[in-house]
């Protein structure tokens, strides 16, 4: 793909227009037509959109009263009108292939992306469709702007369908004229179209219907279902309605009828969830829901799990989903965000799911749902570690699945992890289900120990790996077929992943990914995306943009598509205008999805490039750990600090710091942890020598007036152990070392 800048511009646009008249437009003797010729593939994605338009305008609303209906009449008889507003610098008449796939109206009159001068000004866009055959079909519209539509010289009547545009369409056998009248309402300038069959259709909006089929809240006094759409709407084919109980049993079946938008469900039991499907052409899209008043659900599950001993296997997991629960419950947007009530129905499903199978786990569990907020227990610190999940509608017993690991962007502030601003779209969440559901892949999106705009931190690295390993320990994961996606800051962290760890992915989707961060430590620089980059040759890598995205430009990422050609990465660069809209807001895109079907691993990746393995503080964090103080110090100074510590812990981890006495240290677990030793004055005879050892070789690493942390390799048991030094002379010390620990040594006066 030609990367295409600002100052070529214009240059390329005049190539590739007078390549695109040449190869296109001549047809039947007749110059200046723009053509489409429809060729019906089998997916809705892989089906192309119209690209090539003749573009007459931008008319005023006076000017476009004077000339408008000539120009519907036939546009090609206006080739030669110019501009009727000399006072109206943006006017362009002729043929126009867009640089980006979608036409936008910016594009065309050369407008910079922060203006908006077309405010209800006309555009007339037209081309001929051409079909070998007669056939009935469909048009599907994106567009921000109000756009009157003909085909053949007939007004084409949208469906009546909330939210989205599909025009039914009759082309006849050879040449049809589409023409589109374009008014510009907002800054938005963009134009497509896409020739859709039926199947198609149901596709594209059955999954666009994941998990918003009905509102999932029923009155337990009428039983009432209330569509959220006019489904029955989309075409003339019967549409039904399925209700299921948790154990996958059928309750209720019914038929949409046209104009009706309640049914009543009369066997429906208050407090209870089920699962609503729904089938249009043969294309299946399902849903939660519950019977009665969420409040009252809520605190049933609270009496239920109160019933349950803390250690059940279960008991954390119901934990932490209550715990989202109840935050959806309590949030102030409750009463005015729409998408409020289907952010809780997942929740109140998988809660009934787990209680319904307290003694199963999830992946075995009958009659689970596709989206799940999953917990585990982490190796390293022990504590409660979470990540969402999505599969695809169908799990087929024995049928090993491809895993697509989303990686978290970067967040302005902390949060806890169901907490996060990646959860506060409901319909960003649905779009990773129906992409999983899709294209037949189990996608997770893991915590991974990152919460804030951290690196990916030894920590977060080693607990990312976890999080995969708990996704196979449930479900058959192709091991071949694993793949990292990441939008933004999320890119970045997803390229450092695959450069430490070459051998565990197959591709890597990136959307306007970050290359370069300023990195201070001779370590952070060793391991930097720059300097593993050649250990991804062979492995897939594709960029996905915006040409004009200001969040993220392309300047931002150029230097990283320079270098994966030098290295011999696989590299494709995706560019579609308008996309800055969407991906800046979610963390899953269709793209990226397209690209990975059907890559496999290339084989066992060795590293090109070894980093650096001299240890820094952070590393401690990569493996099971623990931290020690010395409970017979009862110094009010030492005390505040052990307590400090332990709630810098759990303030950033939502998690408790797993700390113990000196007096539980013993051979054993100094063979199975690393330490983190909190103070350097300890009484067990094992610690002593730990410290001693380090006062024999580097004395001047331990200074009794000022704050300094240092790790070492215990020589017996090859494991790390960090030994932290302060006094009160020094009010110091070193708040998240698993973030900022990346010197081997750390001093207070060097903070």
Same mark, same amino acid.
């Given at each position: 793909?030609?990367?295409?800048?600002?100052?070529?511009?214009?240059?390329?646009?005049?190539?590739?227009?007078?390549?695109?008249?040449?190869?296109?437009?001549?047809?039947? =003797?007749?110059?200046?037509?723009?053509?489409? /010729?429809?060729?019906?593939?089998?997916?809705?994605? $892989?089906?192309?959109?119209?690209?090539?338009?003749?573009?007459?305008?931008?008319?005023?609303?006076?000017?476009?009263? !004077?000339?408008?209906?000539?120009?519907?009449?036939?546009?090609?008889?206006?080739?030669?009108?110019?501009?009727?507003?000399?006072? +109206?610098?943006?006017?362009?008449?002729?043929?126009?292939?867009?640089?980006?796939?979608?036409?936008?109206?910016?594009?065309?009159?050369?407008?910079?992306?922060?203006?908006?001068?077309?405010?209800?000004?006309?555009?007339?866009?037209?081309?001929?469709?051409?079909?070998?055959? &007669?056939?009935?079909?469909?048009?599907?519209?994106?567009?921000? *702007?109000?756009?009157?539509?003909?085909?053949?010289?007939?007004?084409?009547?949208?469906?009546?369908?909330?939210?989205?545009?599909?025009?039914?369409?009759?082309?006849?056998?050879?040449?049809?004229?589409?023409?589109?009248?374009?008014?510009?309402?907002?800054?938005?300038?963009?134009?497509?179209?896409?020739?859709?069959?039926?199947?198609?259709?149901? /596709?594209?909006?059955?999954?666009?219907?994941?998990?918003?089929?009905?509102?999932?809240?029923?009155?337990?006094?009428?039983?009432?279902?209330?569509?959220?759409?006019?489904?029955?709407?989309?075409?003339?084919?019967?549409?039904?309605?399925?209700?299921?109980?948790?154990?996958?049993?059928?309750?209720?079946?019914?038929?949409?009828?046209?104009?009706?938008?309640?049914?009543?469900?009369?066997?429906?039991?208050?407090?209870?969830?089920?699962?609503?499907?729904?089938?249009?052409? =043969?294309?299946?899209?399902?849903?939660?829901?519950?019977?009665?008043?969420?409040?009252?659900?809520?605190?049933?599950?609270?009496?239920?799990?109160?019933?349950?001993?803390?250690?059940?296997?279960?008991?954390?997991?119901? &934990?932490?989903?209550?715990?989202?629960?109840?935050?959806?419950?309590?949030?102030?947007?409750?009463?005015?965000?729409?998408?409020?009530?289907?952010?809780?129905?997942?929740?109140?499903?998988?809660? $009934?799911?787990?209680?319904?199978?307290?003694?199963?786990?999830?992946?075995?569990?009958?009659?689970?749902?596709?989206?799940?907020? !999953?917990?585990? @227990?982490?190796?390293?610190?022990?504590?409660?570690?979470?990540?969402?999940?999505?599969?695809?509608?169908?799990?087929?017993?024995?049928?090993?699945?491809?895993?697509?690991?989303?990686?978290?962007?970067?967040?302005?502030?902390?949060?806890?992890?169901?907490?996060?601003?990646?959860?506060?779209?409901?319909?960003?969440?649905?779009?990773?289900?129906?992409?999983?559901?899709?294209?037949?892949?189990?996608?997770?999106?893991?915590?991974?120990?990152?919460?804030?705009?951290?690196?990916?931190?030894?920590?977060?690295?080693?607990?990312?790996?976890?999080?995969?390993?708990?996704?196979?320990?449930?479900?058959?994961?192709?091991?071949?077929?694993?793949?990292?996606?990441?939008?933004?800051?999320?890119?970045?962290?997803?390229?450092?992943?695959?450069?430490?760890?070459?051998?565990?992915?197959?591709?890597?989707?990136?959307?306007?990914?970050?290359?370069?961060?300023?990195?201070? /430590?001779?370590?952070? %620089?060793?391991?930097?995306?720059?300097?593993?980059?050649?250990?991804?040759?062979?492995?897939?890598?594709?960029?996905?943009?915006?040409?004009?995205?200001?969040?993220?430009?392309?300047?931002?990422?150029?230097?990283?598509?320079?270098?994966?050609?030098?290295?011999?990465?696989?590299?494709?660069?995706?560019?579609?205008?308008?996309?800055?809209?969407?991906?800046?807001?979610?963390?899953?895109?269709?793209?990226?999805?397209?690209?990975?079907?059907?890559?496999?691993?290339?084989?066992?990746? %060795?590293?090109?490039? *070894?980093?650096?393995?001299?240890?820094?503080?952070?590393?401690?964090?990569?493996?099971?750990?623990?931290?020690?103080? +010395?409970?017979?110090?009862?110094?009010?100074?030492?005390?505040?600090?052990?307590?400090?510590?332990?709630?810098?812990?759990?303030?950033?981890? +939502?998690?408790?710091?797993?700390?113990?006495?000196? &007096?539980?240290?013993? $051979?054993? *677990?100094?063979?199975?942890?690393?330490?983190?030793?909190?103070?350097?004055?300890?009484?067990?005879?094992?610690?002593?020598?730990?410290?001693?050892?380090?006062?024999?070789?580097?004395?001047?690493?331990?200074?009794?007036?000022?704050?300094?942390?240092?790790?070492?390799?215990?020589?017996? @048991?090859?494991?790390?152990?960090? !030994?932290?030094?302060?006094? /009160?002379?020094?009010?110091?010390?070193?708040?998240?070392?698993?973030?900022? =620990?990346? $010197?081997?040594?750390?001093?207070?006066?060097?903070?």
């Amino acid at each position: 793909m030609i990367n295409v800048t600002r100052g070529n511009y214009f240059l390329l646009y005049g190539i590739v227009c007078a390549f695109a008249i040449e190869a296109c437009y001549n047809y039947n =003797g007749t110059e200046n037509i723009a053509v489409h /010729s429809v060729e019906m593939k089998k997916s809705p994605s $892989e089906q192309k959109p119209i690209e090539d338009w003749y573009v007459c305008g931008a008319f005023s609303p006076r000017n476009d009263s !004077i000339y408008g209906k000539s120009v519907v009449k036939d546009i090609y008889a206006c080739a030669e009108m110019s501009n009727p507003d000399t006072l +109206n610098p943006y006017w362009y008449n002729g043929l126009y292939h867009p640089l980006y796939n979608l036409l936008d109206l910016r594009e065309v009159y050369n407008i910079r992306p922060e203006k908006s001068p077309l405010q209800d000004k006309v555009t007339y866009l037209a081309c001929d469709i051409h079909s070998e055959v &007669d056939r009935n079909l469909y048009l599907g519209v994106e567009s921000s *702007m109000d756009c009157p539509q003909w085909l053949n010289g007939k007004s084409l009547q949208r469906k009546d369908i909330q939210g989205l545009n599909f025009y039914p369409i009759h082309l006849g056998k050879g040449y049809n004229r589409y023409v589109v009248k374009a008014i510009a309402e907002t800054n938005d300038y963009s134009f497509e179209a896409t020739v859709l069959d039926s199947n198609q259709v149901a /596709s594209l909006y059955t999954n666009g219907q994941s998990n918003n089929i009905v509102f999932p809240e029923i009155s337990a006094s009428n039983k009432t279902v209330t569509l959220t759409n006019g489904h029955q709407n989309l075409m003339k084919v019967p549409v039904k309605l399925q209700f299921h109980d948790v154990k996958k049993g059928k309750v209720y079946e019914t038929t949409l009828q046209k104009d009706s938008f309640s049914y009543k469900i009369p066997v429906l039991q208050e407090g209870k969830s089920y699962m609503c499907s729904m089938t249009i052409a =043969g294309q299946s899209v399902r849903q939660p829901v519950v019977c009665g008043d969420f409040d009252d659900v809520y605190e049933k599950f609270v009496r239920l799990r109160d019933e349950l001993p803390n250690h059940h296997p279960r008991a954390n997991e119901i &934990d932490q989903i209550l715990y989202r629960l109840n935050f959806l419950l309590h949030h102030e947007t409750r009463n005015s965000d729409w998408w409020w009530q289907f952010k809780i129905a997942p929740l109140t499903y998988q809660l $009934e799911i787990i209680f319904a199978n307290l003694d199963g786990e999830h992946g075995k569990d009958k009659g689970e749902f596709n989206i799940q907020f !999953i917990t585990y @227990t982490s190796k390293l610190d022990g504590g409660i570690q979470r990540y969402l999940l999505a599969t695809p509608n169908e799990m087929k017993k024995g049928k090993k699945y491809p895993l697509v690991v989303i990686v978290r962007p970067h967040v302005d502030h902390h949060y806890h992890f169901f907490t996060s601003p990646q959860f506060t779209h409901q319909w960003a969440i649905n779009i990773i289900q129906s992409l999983a559901n899709s294209h037949g892949f189990v996608v997770m999106l893991p915590e991974a120990r990152m919460y804030h705009n951290e690196d990916l931190t030894p920590f977060a690295e080693a607990e990312m790996k976890l999080a995969i390993e708990d996704v196979k320990k449930h479900y058959k994961i192709d091991e071949e077929r694993m793949y990292l996606h990441g939008i933004c800051s999320g890119g970045y962290r997803a390229l450092r992943m695959a450069t430490e760890n070459p051998e565990m992915f197959a591709a890597l989707g990136l959307y306007t990914p970050i290359y370069h961060e300023k990195l201070l /430590s001779s370590r952070a %620089k060793a391991h930097s995306i720059e300097n593993l980059l050649p250990n991804l040759a062979g492995t897939p890598v594709m960029i996905h943009a915006d040409p004009f995205d200001r969040h993220t430009p392309y300047k931002v990422y150029a230097d990283l598509i320079t270098d994966c050609k030098k290295y011999g990465i696989p590299l494709t660069h995706s560019v579609k205008r308008n996309t800055e809209l969407l991906y800046n807001a979610v963390v899953a895109g269709s793209e990226a999805f397209d690209f990975f079907d059907g890559k496999v691993r290339n084989g066992v990746m %060795k590293s090109a490039v *070894m980093p650096d393995t001299s240890i820094v503080v952070a590393d401690l964090y990569s493996q099971p750990f623990v931290y020690v103080y +010395n409970n017979h110090n009862h110094g009010a100074y030492y005390k505040n600090m052990v307590h400090t510590i332990q709630g810098d812990y759990k303030e950033y981890m +939502n998690t408790d710091l797993p700390l113990i006495t000196e &007096d539980e240290v013993d $051979e054993k *677990m100094l063979k199975s942890k690393n330490v983190f030793l909190i103070g350097h004055v300890f009484e067990n005879p094992l610690l002593v020598e730990l410290v001693d050892s380090v006062k024999r070789e580097e004395s001047d690493l331990i200074d009794e007036k000022r704050s300094s942390i240092s790790i070492h390799r215990n020589t017996l @048991t090859q494991k790390l152990f960090v !030994i932290s030094s302060f006094t /009160s002379q020094d009010a110091s010390y070193f708040k998240y070392p698993w973030i900022d =620990g990346m $010197e081997r040594v750390l001093k207070s006066d060097s903070q």
